[in-house]
């Protein structure tokens, strides 16, 4: 029996694939819409045109990344691409038949399904689980049995203390929900990397939190105005009606997405509003039938601005893994967003995560019963940490607060010394939801106070230029 916690679309993938290669699945998830993935929206990049290739998919991701992306991943995931795709098809998962061009990309490769490619494809996940019987628990992982570095064991919230496991598959999402501003939802907290770092796993790139420039919230309800919006022809504009962004990049509101997530930032820290014009697009309501929807809701139209914000949106770092999603603990599998495979580097390409997940899951029975590899951890150097096991513990809205304010989008070693100060005093051994959150908020501030350098998403203001001497990765293991 496989126990696979989360069903995103990493876990729902992992969950059909072991099944159909026969294995006995129960998928353990504490939110049943899935997290990032039910809302997720542009889609999923793949080389399929005449034009294109994976090459040239890979050469787009290693630009982006700034860097530090890991060549055999970039490889692997990009050549995987087309090969997923074609499963979906076969599976009967009908993707419109345009493909999108998001930003960073040199050809048309976004897979989609209008603007809900993630709701849209969980829902034909979830039917596939369904239909092939796999249990889908609500419940909720809280700590992990780790003896001499093999995985025995787990912990849920309602069930107690599961023994003699042979391998858990951790699928629980990213962590960008614990800033104030964000595009995740509320079940995106960082558990399963705190809790299998707490046992042993070795976590990297946990500096690099993208954020999404143009995220909008009406009456309470939050929406990701995807990037297309802006390839079709919206502007990014203040009150006065001025496209800012030019002011501070040449491509203006098509800037890379760190760069106009800074310059929203700026306008807004100078008490500017920033909106989101949309009436430049033709046929908006067929393009965008998700966002017009949305406006309808809240009694807007593609004729109104939309006010927006900056905040975060995907959480590059995680557990440190193989593209097999193999850890550094015998028998724990990561996959999806919790893991790092190095694919993104210092920055992801847009639409390449889902398709990370895809991937992970989908090819994981290809490698359950071989030689366990675990990751590579030699491009960069190991810091390890000592774990608070007494003191207060810090609610989870506080911890939004502390990372928008001190480990945001502009970063000094001032603001973030103050939050590893904040989070050293808090105890983060407990099994909780906010003691979860305050160590990975914690292993976040630590490295990107570290890093002193600008690079990819982590911008230091006191360091703006990127420096060769760290092009290297951040691992963090803990001290027992
Ligand atoms: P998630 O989909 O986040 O699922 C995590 C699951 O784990 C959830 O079911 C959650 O309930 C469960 N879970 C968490 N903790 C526990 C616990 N302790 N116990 C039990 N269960 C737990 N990427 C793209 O490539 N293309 C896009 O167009 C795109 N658009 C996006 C738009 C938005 C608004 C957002 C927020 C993200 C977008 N992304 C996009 C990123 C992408 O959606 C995510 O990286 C991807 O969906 C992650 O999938 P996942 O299965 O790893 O995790």
């Not at 787009?60 to 990009?78: I, N, P, Q, S």
């Not at 699928?171 to 079940?187: F, H, K, M, R, V």
């Not at 760190?258 to 014009?277: A, F, P, Q």
Request: aromatic share 8%.
């Amino acid at each position: 029996l496989i126990y696979i916690v989360g069903n995103g679309i990493a876990g729902l993938s992992a969950a059909i694939a072991l099944r159909r290669a026969g294995y006995d699945v129960t998928v353990i998830t504490k939110g049943s819409r899935g997290g990032s993935s039910f809302i997720s929206k542009g889609g999923i990049a793949a080389a399929t045109s005449i034009d294109d290739s994976p090459q040239l998919h890979a050469e787009d991701t290693l630009k982006v990344g700034d860097g530090l992306c890991d060549m055999e991943a970039v490889r692997y995931f990009t050549s995987e691409a087309p090969v997923i795709i074609g499963e979906l098809t076969k599976m009967g998962f009908k993707f419109d038949s345009d493909l999108r061009l998001e930003g960073g990309h040199s050809r048309r490769r976004v897979h989609h399904k209008a603007d809900e490619t993630g709701r849209v494809l969980t829902e034909f996940l979830l039917r596939r689980a369904v239909e092939l019987g796999i249990n889908i628990a609500e419940d909720e992982l809280v700590a992990l049995q780790v003896k001499d570095g093999i995985v025995r064991g787990f912990t849920t919230r309602n069930h107690g203390t599961m023994g003699n496991v042979d391998y858990l598959v951790l699928a629980t999402g990213g962590y960008a929900y614990l800033w104030q501003y964000t595009s995740n939802p509320p079940t995106n907290t960082g558990d399963g990397i705190a809790i299998a770092f707490r046992v042993g796993a070795v976590a990297s790139d946990m500096e690099f939190v993208q954020f999404h420039p143009t995220i909008t919230t009406l009456d309470g309800e939050t929406m990701l105005l995807t990037e297309t919006l802006r390839g079709e022809g919206a502007r990014v504009v203040n009150e006065f009606g001025e496209r800012f962004a030019f002011k501070y990049h040449e491509r203006g509101e098509l800037a890379p997405r760190d760069v106009l997530s800074r310059t929203i930032y700026m306008e807004l820290m100078n008490g500017h509003r920033v909106y989101m014009d949309l009436s430049s697009i033709e046929d908006f309501e067929r393009k965008f039938p998700g966002v017009s929807d949305f406006l309808r809701r809240h009694r807007l139209s593609s004729k109104d601005r939309v006010p927006i914000y900056p905040g975060a949106h995907f959480t590059i770092g995680g557990l440190r893994v193989n593209v097999r999603g193999e850890t550094n603990i015998r028998g724990l599998y990561a996959i999806g967003e919790v893991a790092d495979t190095g694919l993104h580097g210092a920055n992801r390409l847009a639409s390449n995560s889902l398709l990370e997940a895809l991937v992970m899951g989908f090819n994981l029975p290809r490698y359950l019963g071989e030689p366990w590899d675990g990751p590579r951890l030699d491009d960069g150097s190991l810091v390890t940490v000592k774990l608070r096991d007494h003191g207060p513990i810090m609610g989870i809205d506080e911890v939004r607060r502390v990372n928008w304010e001190y480990v945001g989008i502009l970063r000094s070693g001032d603001g973030l010394r103050k939050a590893v100060e904040l989070y050293e005093r808090v105890n983060t051994t407990i099994n909780s939801r906010e003691s979860n959150a305050v160590l990975v908020s914690y292993l976040t501030a630590y490295v990107a106070l570290l890093r002193t350098e600008s690079r990819g998403t982590h911008y230091r203001v006191d360091y703006p230029d990127k420096d060769i001497n760290w092009r290297r990765r951040i691992y963090l293991g803990v001290i027992s």
